[in-house]
């Protein structure tokens, strides 16, 4: 059983930063895949970047990379994601989310079964 919180949401100007940090409990952290996914109004829930549980791989959605980093550390049972040059479609609740290691796909929303209860974020023009 792991248990997700978020924190770090909040009100930011276009071309801002902001960083969400999850925390998780439970033992070996390591062994979960986590995911950072985003909901905005109307729309589906969207992967917007994930890392492996020993921090070595990390894949971000097109939307997002190179202005948004995913970085995790296992000691203190933590992951984090790092926003930058923020934009007002960026604009959206984000969610932490964690699945053990070993699954065949860590691409959709109902690949993780433990969510956080997500961070607004709203990013103005």
């Known amino acids: 059983q792991v248990q997700l919180v978020e924190s770090g949401g909040g009100l930011v100007q276009a071309g801002g930063s902001l960083r969400l940090s999850c925390a998780a409990s439970?033992?070996?952290?390591?062994?979960?895949?986590m995911g950072w996914f985003r909901q905005a109004p109307g729309k589906e829930r969207e992967l917007v970047a994930r890392i492996s549980g020993s921090g070595g791989y990390a894949y971000y959605a097109d939307s997002v990379k190179g202005r948004f980093t995913i970085s995790r550390d296992n000691a203190e049972n933590m992951v984090y994601l790092q926003m930058n040059s923020l934009k007002p479609e960026d604009t959206a609740d984000y969610y932490c989310a964690a699945v053990a290691v070993g699954g065949r796909s860590y691409s959709r929303a109902r690949d993780y079964n433990y969510w956080g209860q997500g961070t607004q974020v709203t990013v103005s023009s």
């Open positions: 439970g033992r070996t952290f390591s062994a979960y895949h």
